[in-house]
Every structure is written in structure tokens, then in C-alpha cells.
């Protein structure tokens, strides 16, 4: 049971390096052997030499990004890359989705995909796809849709879980919105599941949580990184409660986005701080929990400035319509969410407020909205932490975000040139907006 | 690793084109200690076998043995040529990649387009080709010309028009120095339009360089150097002010001028040829700065500047930085983008600057500066993590704004001063397959480009709403 | 030549009995057997009335339990014999007017020859058989998977009929709709889950299977390896026994045609038979086929019927699209929510459908195949053998001749609702474009079509 990693762009391959590598470092922790053995069945494998290698392949259309990770992960000593599971050009795609996607993509299909294809075919067991991207720039978002596509058409059955970085809301790439207009619209119809971090979010916790002066990119990176892996790392499902889950991608996908026009999930996890002060901090589960369910129904990436006003609303059984409509501005809305627990005393934790029905939509149909993970291994430096991985509509509003400044953009025709230079016609732009506010009017009225 | 030619023409070109070979060895100099030839190398220079010169094949890897500047130097007189290939640059450049005649175009941009145009049209394309096949990926050209005198305006543009016949796929970067109003050509205005519609029909992007502008710059620098207390010590190592490598041995009076020119191009490479946490392509300037075909003169500032002469001088905040890059005084030409409207800005940062110093910036900046409507945050920035010699950081801002549109006004109206008393017409008419129609068509396409900018400029300040949203029935 | 024809024969008749065999039948006889009652020799007759009734009693299941006790008696074989075969339709004289006395006197072993190859052109009796062998397979080595905790997963049992305990919650239709994809969506997931396990287990077989030295001894002692080991050879075995059938099959279908050509040649021996009979005979023959005839005319209503109520069936199922025409899905939901107040007369009716619908085995397969690693391709188009199982006759016993009706009502049905389709699809474009023209006249009103699903 593995999961294959697709790393595509400056960012994907940035964010997948960081992320094998607190993979490897949180196997290697003391006292989690049969932890460590699953974790890297599914992240890595051996090979000839011994060596512990990612299952992952690096694309980019230039090769800075690519030589950097790939000397990164051999200097840890720890772990490296496949000596052949990368690809990369000379020249970039120039911030253009369009150059990625009908150009750079197309051309290099046959190699790309055939690395893809090595990559799953040696997993026993294929867990899902991971590609990661961000939606910004050309190569990432461009050719990374167009290599999603090409990995559904080979594997129309397998798990595909796309993670996306979206930039920060302004000063990475003047034609973001469009790309990520672009590409969100793409995916949805590929991809089976589609997690967000968003660079504005993740910069914020680096800053009030992490207690970091100059955040640099690599700082953003690896909370992104630690995120995910306290996501992807094992665990205990409720399916398999003896041993660590085979099948986490298919689990999380089951509990999470059953429905194809809900496809959206994002992240908060607790506690989050920098090493120096985890040493002299202690958690308890009560407490974690309880932030975290505000952290949730209050749509607030960090615990710092939750707004503790909000509530659930009460359903009231005769009259749920009513109670609905009065509930709180700020209130966040679930399809469905899943709770990751690790650390000592796992099993006291009680997470029956997770449960309510009030903060679900009405019509998912009873005890299927939540689930609930756990380990009593510490991740990653944590004696104890918590993680949720939600279907709300905390992505609605900056969604809502950048189709509004694309769509402003589109209406005086800006930069289309660009994309039409390409092959992306305004019909073309005009079929991802409708998809994109069909999403977003989906998830207004769940 | 991409590669990328520079194409020097005219008397101003092919000084520029010296300050940025002098400066691009020095700064790979300065980061390459090794002494081996690396990929951020290969962007501008090829490595070759001296015994060879530049007809051998490449070497790739290994030792720096002879660099050789992935250049092609056109120019219609022999003077300043002549003196590159005597002066210490020598090595760098040999003879197969000059094209020189002996008489000049005479300030005719007639000249330079259609006698020279059409008789060194196959040399010019030759010698381009056999750079180009020099390149294992070649991104981009840099043209490097003046506006004002017969071949950098005429035979420059004309330049420009075979390498996109050439090269439709090969982005084009043209650095234009425009003239001053004082300028001693008396056909310069006729040079600069005619030369204009060719920059705004076949040019990737144009990077405008006032003359007064540098000259009200290279004031500052020495004025900061001579009132600085401790008198004038400069800084030997720093780019912008040295001497160091010039043609003649001594420091020439255009040297300052030009080597801010030569700046702009080394930091707007940078980052395509040092590594970065946030790369900027070359290609990414365009699509991010250009967003109508036709608009894409982008205003360029570098900072910091007179601060770099003079290690007296303190040095700055790097907030300053961020704040001298949008003030009217480091702009490349006379304009003040402040006071106009921004369509889309790129900050190219290098140095130890991290991203959460861009954001604030951006932040602390963003309320002073007006964008339009639907690009009001049409930011797009870049950091490479190699600063240039001798600064701590430095910051290019190339903003695409509405303030060039003074310039071209101005241009205009001393061109139909002569154009309308037919002053000097007949030297052109002369030129075999130049019409009066080229003047009046030149004429109503600069016309309409400044239409264009004025009407966006019109939306300044005016409340615009957001474009009425797509509907999706329930 | 005629020797090595008869060598021929020999083999295709062997891979045959082989074949049977493999797939659990009894008492087959041998190929010199088949010979012997091509020229009707009586001392094959008793083996021929068993290897009949074996066979029999493995393709017609039947709905109540056949008295045990009763199977050794030669006399009562030959009676379920006759009767299983006149509910099949087989219409010859024996079959349909028995002599006075005794079967096994009166008839000869080419006439159970004959009926043998009637069975076996009739339906699939074959490839039902081996399908019933492979999924008794897939069923074993599922419990031997779960066993070994490779799935991980036991909450398949999806609250499918969408209410749960919604029924308290005031739900109307958009939200039902979106139960009904919610649930349908998790059940999709559920199935690629499969799908991924099943996989893994036919690599992981391939791999045993292909690895030339004994596996190393796995290190662990874990007791759950050992179990896993010990489930895994069982599998193995299985799976072995499998492509031991399956081989067995293919075998057998290259030699097929050769066989009937064999076959051809028995009943031309029994041609020559009754030419040396009575022609008498042959009125009451006819007479005989006649009344088999209406046994056919009673299946032939019932499809009739069938078809009504399919065609009902889906033009309800085109209304409920008109009205919701993204949603297809949900339309037997929503129409059901609508027009049903009463759960009790929805699950009747329902109930009432299934059994319809089984009847016609409209769908391929019994159980949601979770694979298809092991599973072959059993001819999708045709419809399963256990149309013509006796069981079926109060819900619309269906004949060989019946049946290849039915199929062509059916192709029919969906010829015409593929015309339909096309017309609605049609009168949809136009419709549409005459939206876009209303909306092209309208300032600032931008038509979107609706999501693509």
C-alpha cells in the first residue's frame, strides 16, 4: 500500500521535498517500529543498495528547483530520490497555465507519464496519486493539470488527491487568478479530492504561531509540509483498529468527499508552535479538542483570534429550517470532516463534540459526516497534536476571491492575449468561470 | 540553463553592450571563485578552447578556459568597435561577431532601415544564427539601441524586425535610450517615431532609458560622493561607479551613464541565472507586465543607487529601498509613475531579502500607488539570493504605467514641429522604399498608442465596479 | 483419414467430460461411452441417465429441495429427468408422451444423447456453471482476504436506502438528491477501494506464483503471518483449481465446433432410425411439439407483459429526467417520494420490480463483482442461463425460443429509447438555441448552460 507522489513546479517540488523529508525524520523517532515500517512502505522503498527512496517524481520545466531538492534529500543521509524519477526542461512556462498545459504538457507526455507509470507499478498496492502544485505559475499549475489529466486517463480508477498551494492574495504572479481559475476548473472534473493550503494562512501561522522574524519560503514550506504529514503519516482508522489503515487515501476520500460537487478540503491542525517553546508547554486533549472544534465552526486556520461567539446552531427538530437560518455569521458549514489524533493518551480523548449534526449540512445522511483517526505516536516533535481535514466552506470565501479578480480581469479582456497566443480561447475561460461559480454556489447553499 | 544574446547596434548600443560585458565578467567573477564554468556562466558566455578562438565548439563543464560573449556588435562606423576590440574586453568578443561598414547611416534612420537594413541583411542573420546555435535553449534577445541617431534607431529596429522573421518564439527585450529634448541631432524626432512603431509592433517588451534621466543620476551619485564628508573615496568594487575594464583605461564621461543602463539588464537576468527561493523567468516579465499587446513599454528604477558610490554614505533600510524604487527620481525616464496609473509592477529583489520583507513592503506601499481597476494587485515579484557585487541587496522595479505616456506625447509634438514644415523629409524620401506614408503611418501609431494609455488613464481614481458576476441558477 | 477424424472426436469429447468434470459435475462418462450411445447401445444407457441427472440437477436449481433419499433410485432419476427436461422445453416424444412402463426401457441411450446435446445448445449451461465456480471462488477467497486484514474494511454496508435517520429531518427533494450522490458517491469510492485490494492481490499472487526458489521464511513470527500464509495457499489453491477450469474451458470451446459436427452425425443416425419407424408416429410427434408450442406461447405473455412494464418503467424514468434533467439519478427516488406515500407500498413495489427484473436478469451478475482479475468475461450480451431455471415459472418462465424474443424486444426498447434520446437531445439543442437567441437580445444577460456532470 503506497502512495506515489507527483511533484510538479517550483513549489510542488519544494513543498514535496519538505514534505518526505519530516516524513523520514518523524519515522525515525524512538520507540515506532511497526509505525516506521508502514510509513515507509508507503512513502518510500529500497533499492538495490539499501537505500531508503521516495516514491515520488519531480517535474518542472526548468532545472534549479529539481537539483536543489534532489541534493537536499541525498545530503540527509536519511533518504533520497529515484536517480531517474525526475524530468525538467531548460525554460519554464513563463507564469503562463496556458504554455504549461497546451505546450510543455503535451510535449512531454510520453516521458512524464511513463515515469508516473514505473512509480506505480512498483507499489504492491497503490494507494492514491499525490500530485502537488501550486496554482499560480504556469509549469505547476499548467502542466500539472495536464499531467493529472494524463494520470486519470492511465489510472481511471485509482485515487487521485491533488494538493494545491494557493498564492498569497497578492505580489507572486500578476496572472494567478487566471491560472488558478484555470486549473481549479480542470481539476474538479480529474481529480477525486482537492486540499488547499493557502500561502496568506500558512504566512500568518509562520508569523503569530511559529514566532518566525523573516519568513522565507522554505519556513512556509515546512508548516505545509508538517500539515500534510500529520495527515498522511499512519494511523488507526476505524475500519483498522489494530492495525495501521492500508487504504488512508481511499478511508480519507470515503469519509470526506463523497459527493462530486464537494470536493474542496483544507487543513487545521493544533498545536503549532516553534520547538523552543514546545519544550516547556504541556496539552491535554479536552483542551486541544476544544479549540480545534471552534478553530472549525469558526473557520479560523490558527488558534490564536478564534472568534469564540460563534456557535453551532441547535437543530431543532420541528422546526430546522428556522434554526438554520438564524445561525451565526461566522458559522462554518461541514459536509464532512476528519479528525487525526496522535500522542500519548489518544484513547482518552473524546471527540463526540465533533459529532453534532448542526454543523453539518441537513442532508448528509446520519452518522457519515464524521470520522476519527488516531495513533499514540507523537508526530513529529509533538507529545500531542490534532489535525482536521474538512470539507466546509472555509474555502468559499477566498474562492469567491480570486474568481472575482479574475472574472474583473476578464471583463476588460487583460492578458488573454497571452493565453489565446496558446490556444486557450475566451469560450475556454468562459466554461472554467461557470464551473468555478458552480462550485461556489454549491458550497453557499450545502 | 537558458542562454541569451545580446544584440548591440550603433555607437550607443555598442557602449552600453561594453559596460554590460565589463560588469556581467566582474559579477560572475565575484560569485564564481572557482574559477569553473557553471550554468549561471552559460546564460551570456560561451566557454571555448583559446587556441581555437571563438570558431571552436563549446566546452561544457569543467574550467573556465576562454569566455567568449554571446553577442553580435552591428554598428555602421568603425570608431567605437575599433575601440572595444583594442581595450581589455578584447578577449571576450572576436571578429566574426562584428558587422561594421565605414561611412555611418548619417542620423538617418531612413539609412540604418532600408540601405543598411537591406544590404547587411544576410550577414546580420548569419551571424545571429551562428550565436544562436551556440545555445543549448536560447530564451531571449536583448537588443540594446538608441533612439536618436541613424543606425541604433534605423538598422537597430530593422534588427529587430529579422529576429522575429528569425526567431517568432524567442522573447525580445529591447533597451531603447531615448534622446534628449536638447538633443544636437536635428532629425532625432523623426528617428525616434519612425523607430517607435517598429518597438511597438515587434518588440516583446521595451525598456525606455531617458537620456536626462541617467544624466540627472549620475549628478546625484557625484554629488553625494563630493559632499560626503570624508571626501571622495569610492568604493572600488561596487558596479555602478567604477572605471575598472573601460574601454579606453579611463573613465569615460558616458561610463556612469552607461553603467546604469548595464545594471538594468544585469539585474533583470538575475534571477534566470542565480538561484532563487522565487525565480523570475524572463519569460515571466512579459506575461506578468504586458497585459495588451501593444502596451508593453515597462518604466524601470533601480535602487539602491547613489548609495552605492560612497561607502560614507550609511546604508540604507531596505524599506528605503523599496520606497526610492517608486519615487520619480530613480526612474529611467522623466516621469513620475506615482502620480499616473500602474497596470502591473514587478519587483526583482536580490540579496538577503526574505519574503516576508517583499509583503510588508507591498503592504506599507500598495495605498500610496494607484493600479487599475481590475488589476489592483498586479504585483508580481521575484527574489534571487545572489546580490550584485558589492551590496547587501538591491531591488529592480520595472512597472508598466501610464507615465510613459509624457514621453511619447512630447516626442510627438516635436515631430510634427518638423514634420509639418517637411523639414529634412527629403533626406528620407530619397532612401529607396521609404514613402511619406511611413512618416504618417509611424505617426497614427504612435497616436494611437497614446490613446490607449490615455484612456486607461482616464479610470484613475474613478470608482469602478466589479464586473457583474456570472449567475448560476439554482 | 477417417482414423485420425475418429482420433479427433475422441479428444474433443474428452476435453468435454474433462470440462464437466472441472466443473463439479458427476458421474461423467467416458468418451467410448459417448461413442457407445451414438450407435445406441443399451449397456451405456444407466450411466448416460445419471451423468443427465447430475447435470440437470447443477443448472436448474430447484426451488424446493429434491428428496435425497430419492437419488439413488435409478427409476426416480429418470423421472427428474423427464420432467426437468419437458420445464427446459426439450420436445421429444419420450419426453412429452411417455410409453407405459418403465423409462430406462423405452428409452435409448442416443435419445439422452441427444437431449445431452440439446442441454448443451440450449442457454449457457456452461458458462453458467463455471461463473457459479468462480464466484464460489472469489466468495472463499474474500473471507480468506478479510481474514488476512488487507482490506481494512468493514463498513460496507452503506445506508443506501438514503433516509436513515433522516427520516426525521424535514428533507424535500434537492437535499434527498443529494443524499442519494452523497451515498452513491461513497459507494463508487468504496468499489475503486476494492478494485485497489484486488490488485494487490493479483500481483502479490503473480508474484508467488512466478517466484522460482520457495519464498525466504518471513522473519516475523508473528502469529497473523502464519495465518496469512496458510490463507494465501488456500487462495493459491483456488485459484489454481480455477485456471485448471478455465483451461479446461478454452480447451474445450476450440474444439466446440467438432463436437456438433459430431452430434450432427448422431442425429443423423437417429434420422435413419425413424425412417425405418412407423410414419404414424410423426402426427403424434407434431402433436407433441405443438403442445410444447403452448408452453412457449405462455412464456411469449409473459415477456409481453415484461416489456409493458419495462416501457412504463422508463417512461416514467424519461418524465422524471425532463424534470430533472442533471439529476437522473435521483428520479426513481423523487418520483417514488412523490407518488408513494406509504413505505410499505414503495418496498412492495420495489420488491415486485426486483423480482421482474431478476427474472430477466437484465443486470450481469448476481453479486457486485468487486473484480475482475479472476472473474472471466462470461458474454456480457447474453443473458444468464438461469433464465429458463423451472423456479422461474410463476414470475415469467422464459424458453430458448421465448428467450431469443425477449433479447430482440429488449434490443429493440433500446433502439427506440435510443431513438428517444436522440429526439430529446434534439428538441434540447433547439431549445437551447433558441434561449441563446432570447438571451442575445437581451442586454447583458449571459446565458450558462448547466454544469457538466
Same mark, same amino acid.
Given at each position: 500500500m503506497s502512495v506515489v507522489a507527483v511533484q510538479l513546479g517550483q513549489c510542488g517540488n519544494q513543498i514535496g521535498q519538505q514534505l518526505f523529508s519530516v516524513i523520514n525524520s518523524d519515522s525515525n523517532g524512538a520507540n515506532r517500529k511497526t509505525y516506521k515500517e508502514c510509513s515507509d512502505e508507503r512513502f518510500f522503498y529500497e533499492n538495490s543498495k539499501g537505500d531508503l527512496v521516495a516514491r515520488s517524481v519531480l517535474f518542472d520545466m526548468e532545472p534549479k528547483v529539481i537539483s536543489q531538492a534532489i541534493t537536499k534529500a541525498s545530503k540527509s543521509g536519511k533518504w533520497k530520490y529515484g536517480e531517474t524519477a525526475h524530468f525538467c526542461q531548460k525554460q519554464g512556462s513563463g507564469n503562463n497555465w496556458a504554455n504549461g498545459f497546451s505546450v510543455h504538457g503535451p510535449r512531454h507526455e510520453e516521458v512524464m507519464t511513463d515515469l508516473v507509470r514505473r512509480e506505480v507499478e512498483r507499489c504492491d498496492r497503490l494507494a492514491g496519486i499525490l500530485p502537488m502544485m501550486s496554482v499560480a505559475g504556469g509549469t505547476g499549475s499548467g502542466m500539472g493539470t495536464y499531467v493529472t489529466q494524463c494520470i486519470r486517463d492511465m489510472y481511471p480508477n485509482s485515487f487521485i488527491f491533488n494538493h494545491l498551494t494557493w498564492p498569497y492574495c497578492t505580489g507572486e504572479v500578476i496572472v494567478q487568478n487566471y491560472n488558478s481559475v484555470l486549473t481549479l476548473s480542470h481539476l474538479y472534473q480529474l481529480s477525486d479530492a482537492i486540499l488547499v493550503h493557502e500561502n496568506d494562512t500558512v504566512h500568518k501561522i509562520c508569523a503569530q504561531l511559529m514566532n518566525i522574524k523573516h519568513i522565507s519560503i522554505s519556513d512556509v514550506n515546512k508548516v505545509i509540509a508538517h500539515q500534510l504529514g500529520s495527515v498522511l503519516q499512519p494511523a488507526f482508522t476505524e475500519h483498522s483498529l489494530s492495525s495501521y489503515s492500508r487504504d488512508p487515501i481511499g478511508e480519507l476520500l470515503c469519509s470526506l468527499v463523497c459527493h462530486p460537487e464537494f470536493k474542496l478540503l483544507s487543513l487545521c491542525n493544533i498545536p503549532q508552535m516553534c520547538s523552543s517553546s514546545l519544550a516547556y508547554s504541556a496539552f491535554k486533549w479536552p483542551g486541544l479538542l476544544k479549540h480545534l472544534r471552534q478553530m472549525l465552526i469558526a473557520n479560523a486556520k490558527m488558534e490564536e483570534g478564534i472568534d469564540w461567539k460563534v456557535c453551532v446552531p441547535s437543530?431543532?427538530?420541528?422546526?430546522g429550517e428556522m434554526a438554520r437560518n438564524k445561525r451565526h455569521v461566522g458559522f462554518n458549514t461541514s459536509l464532512a470532516n476528519l479528525l487525526i489524533l496522535r500522542g500519548k493518551d489518544v484513547s482518552t480523548a473524546d471527540t463526540g463534540a465533533f459529532k453534532d449534526s448542526g454543523m453539518y449540512a441537513p442532508w448528509l445522511p446520519a452518522g457519515g459526516t464524521f470520522s476519527a483517526w488516531n495513533t499514540s505516536v507523537p508526530f513529529n516533535g509533538y507529545e500531542k497534536s490534532a489535525t482536521i481535514v474538512s470539507n466546509s466552506q472555509s474555502l468559499l470565501r477566498p474562492l469567491d476571491n480570486i474568481v472575482k479578480k479574475a472574472w474583473n480581469m476578464f471583463a476588460s479582456r487583460a492578458y488573454i492575449h497571452q493565453y489565446t497566443k496558446f490556444g486557450v480561447s475566451e469560450e475556454d475561460f468562459l466554461d472554467c468561470f461557470t464551473t468555478l461559480e458552480q462550485i461556489i454556489s454549491s458550497y453557499t447553499h450545502p | 540553463m537558458t542562454q541569451s544574446i545580446v544584440v548591440q547596434v550603433g555607437q550607443c548600443g555598442n557602449q552600453v553592450g561594453c559596460r554590460f560585458w565589463d560588469l556581467a565578467l566582474r559579477e560572475h567573477a565575484h560569485v564564481n571563485k572557482k574559477g569553473i564554468y557553471d550554468e549561471a556562466l552559460s546564460s551570456f558566455f560561451r566557454n571555448v578552447d583559446p587556441r581555437n578562438g571563438g570558431g571552436g565548439p563549446d566546452i561544457t563543464g +569543467?574550467? $573556465?578556459t576562454s569566455l567568449k560573449a554571446r553577442a553580435v556588435l552591428v554598428d555602421m562606423e568603425e570608431g567605437v568597435v575599433n575601440e572595444i576590440l583594442q581595450g581589455p574586453l578584447r578577449e571576450v568578443f572576436d571578429s566574426t561577431q562584428l558587422i561594421t561598414d565605414v561611412s555611418g547611416s548619417g542620423n538617418n534612420w531612413a539609412v540604418g532601415y532600408q540601405t543598411y537594413g537591406s544590404a547587411y541583411r544576410e550577414q546580420i542573420v548569419d551571424t545571429v544564427r551562428r550565436a544562436a546555435e551556440h545555445c543549448d535553449c536560447l530564451q531571449c534577445f536583448f537588443l540594446i539601441h538608441s533612439m536618436g541617431g541613424g543606425t541604433g534607431s534605423g538598422l537597430g529596429t530593422r534588427v529587430l524586425n529579422l529576429l522575429e522573421e528569425e526567431y517568432p518564439e524567442v522573447c525580445r527585450i529591447v533597451t531603447s535610450i531615448y534622446p534628449s529634448a536638447q538633443d544636437d541631432v536635428i532629425t532625432s524626432p523623426y528617428n525616434s517615431v519612425l523607430a517607435m512603431r517598429e518597438l511597438t509592433e515587434h518588440a516583446d517588451c521595451v525598456l525606455p532609458v531617458e537620456n536626462q534621466s541617467l544624466v540627472d543620476i549620475v549628478k546625484k551619485i557625484q554629488h553625494m560622493v563630493h559632499s560626503g564628508k570624508m571626501g571622495s573615496? $569610492?568604493?572600488?568594487? %561596487? %558596479? $555602478? %561607479?567604477? +572605471?575598472? +575594464?573601460c574601454v579606453s583605461g579611463t573613465e569615460k564621461p558616458f561610463d556612469a551613464m552607461n553603467n546604469i543602463v548595464a545594471n538594468l539588464l544585469l539585474n533583470i537576468t538575475s534571477s534566470a541565472r542565480f538561484e532563487g527561493s522565487l525565480n523570475m523567468d524572463l519569460n515571466e516579465i512579459g506575461m506578468n507586465l504586458v497585459p495588451f499587446p501593444r502596451l508593453h513599454y515597462l518604466v524601470s528604477s533601480l535602487t539602491p543607487l547613489y548609495t552605492l558610490a560612497d561607502v560614507n554614505v550609511p546604508s540604507r533600510r531596505l524599506d528605503q529601498m523599496f520606497t526610492d524604487a517608486f519615487s520619480k527620481e530613480h526612474q529611467l525616464i522623466q516621469a513620475d509613475p506615482k502620480h499616473s496609473l500602474y497596470l502591473a509592477c514587478a519587483l526583482m529583489v536580490r540579496g538577503n531579502v526574505q519574503v516576508s520583507d517583499l509583503r510588508r513592503n507591498i503592504e506599507r506601499l500598495r495605498p500610496t500607488l494607484p493600479f487599475v481597476s481590475w488589476n489592483k494587485e498586479g504585483w508580481k515579484t521575484g527574489l534571487c539570493s545572489v546580490p550584485p557585487v558589492g551590496h547587501t541587496h538591491s531591488l529592480l522595479a520595472l512597472a508598466n504605467n501610464t507615465c510613459v505616456k509624457p514621453t511619447f506625447v512630447e516626442l510627438k509634438e516635436r515631430f510634427v514641429r518638423l514634420y509639418r514644415r517637411k523639414a529634412h523629409l527629403h533626406h528620407y524620401l530619397h532612401v529607396e522604399g521609404i514613402e511619406q506614408a511611413c512618416f504618417s503611418d509611424a505617426l497614427s501609431s504612435l497616436t494611437s498608442l497614446i490613446e490607449e494609455y490615455e484612456q486607461l488613464d482616464a479610470t484613475k481614481g474613478r470608482l469602478i465596479p466589479d464586473a457583474p458576476r456570472l449567475n448560476i441558477a439554482l | 483419414m477417417r482414423h485420425a477424424k475418429s482420433v479427433k472426436v475422441k479428444e474433443v469429447i474428452t476435453a468435454l467430460c474433462k470440462l464437466l468434470s472441472a466443473l463439479g459435475i458427476d458421474s461423467v462418462p467416458s468418451a467410448e461411452s459417448f461413442r457407445r450411445a451414438k450407435f445406441n447401445q443399451a449397456d451405456v444407457t444407466e450411466e448416460l441417465w445419471k451423468f443427465l441427472h447430475s447435470i440437470l440437477m447443477k443448472v436448474c436449481v430447484m426451488e424446493c429441495t429434491y428428496q435425497d433419499s430419492a437419488q439413488s433410485n435409478l427409476d426416480s432419476q429418470s423421472l427428474f429427468v423427464r420432467s426437468a427436461l419437458w420445464h427446459c422445453g426439450y420436445g421429444a416424444e419420450w419426453v412429452l408422451e411417455p410409453k407405459a412402463g418403465s423409462l430406462r426401457v423405452c428409452v435409448g441411450s442416443r435419445d439422452l444423447l441427444l437431449a445431452f446435446g440439446w442441454i448443451l445448445s440450449s442457454g449457457n449451461p456452461l458458462e453458467f456453471l463455471l461463473e457459479e465456480k468462480a464466484q464460489q471462488l472469489e466468495r472463499l477467497s474474500r473471507s480468506a482476504l478479510d481474514h488476512m486484514h488487507l482490506l481494512g474494511d468493514g463498513d460496507s454496508q452503506v445506508d443506501v436506502s438514503g433516509t436513515g435517520e433522516g427520516g426525521s429531518k424535514p428533507i424535500n427533494g434537492e437535499m434527498q438528491l443529494r443524499t442519494l450522490q452523497w451515498q452513491y458517491g461513497k459507494l463508487k469510492l468504496h468499489w475503486r477501494r476494492l478494485l485497489a485490494a484486488q490488485e494487490e492481490r493479483s500481483r502479490l499472487t503473480h508474484r508467488i506464483l512466478s517466484s522460482p526458489a520457495p519464498l525466504p521464511e518471513t522473519s516475523s513470527t508473528d502469529s497473523s503471518h502464519k495465518t496469512c500464509s496458510t490463507a494465501l495457499h488456500k487462495e493459491l489453491e483456488q485459484i489454481q483449481s480455477l485456471n485448471a477450469t478455465l483451461e479446461a474451458y478454452l480447451n474445450w470451446k476450440s474444439l466446440e465446433p467438432l463436437f456438433w459436427s459430431w452430434m450432427d452425425s448422431v442425429i443423423d443416425n437417429d434420422v435413419s432410425r425413424l425412417d425405418e419407424? #412407423?410414419?404414424?408416429d410423426v402426427s403424434q410427434r407434431d402433436q407433441g411439439i405443438k403442445r410444447s408450442c403452448s408452453h412457449a406461447e405462455k412464456s411469449r405473455e409473459a415477456v409481453k407483459q415484461l416489456n409493458e412494464m419495462v416501457q412504463l418503467l422508463e417512461a416514467e424514468l424519461r418524465l422524471g429526467q425532463t424534470q430533472q434533467p442533471d439529476h437522473s439519478l435521483s428520479t426513481q427516488g423523487r418520483h417514488q417520494a412523490q407518488h408513494l406515500t406509504s413505505d410499505r407500498e414503495r418496498t412492495e413495489v420495489e420488491r415486485r420490480v426486483t423480482t421482474r427484473l431478476q427474472g430477466l436478469r437484465l443486470t450481469n451478475g448476481r453479486y457486485p463483482l468487486p473484480s475482475r482479475a479472476y472473474i472471466p468475461c462470461l458474454q456480457d450480451s447474453q443473458p444468464a442461463y438461469? #433464465?429458463?431455471?423451472?423456479?422461474?415459472v410463476e414470475s415469467g418462465q422464459v424458453r430458448l425460443t421465448g428467450k431469443l424474443q425477449a433479447l430482440d424486444v429488449l434490443r429493440d426498447l433500446k433502439e427506440r429509447e435510443a431513438l428517444l434520446q436522440w429526439k430529446l437531445e434534439l428538441l434540447r439543442q433547439t431549445q437551447r438555441e433558441e434561449l441563446q437567441d432570447h438571451a442575445s437580445t437581451l442586454e447583458g444577460l449571459v446565458l450558462i448552460p448547466p454544469l457538466k456532470r
Open positions: 437543530v431543532d427538530k420541528s422546526a | +569543467g574550467r $573556465i573615496v $569610492i568604493k572600488k568594487d %561596487t %558596479t $555602478i %561607479t567604477s +572605471g575598472q +575594464g | 419407424d #412407423a410414419v404414424a438461469s #433464465a429458463h431455471k423451472p423456479q422461474k
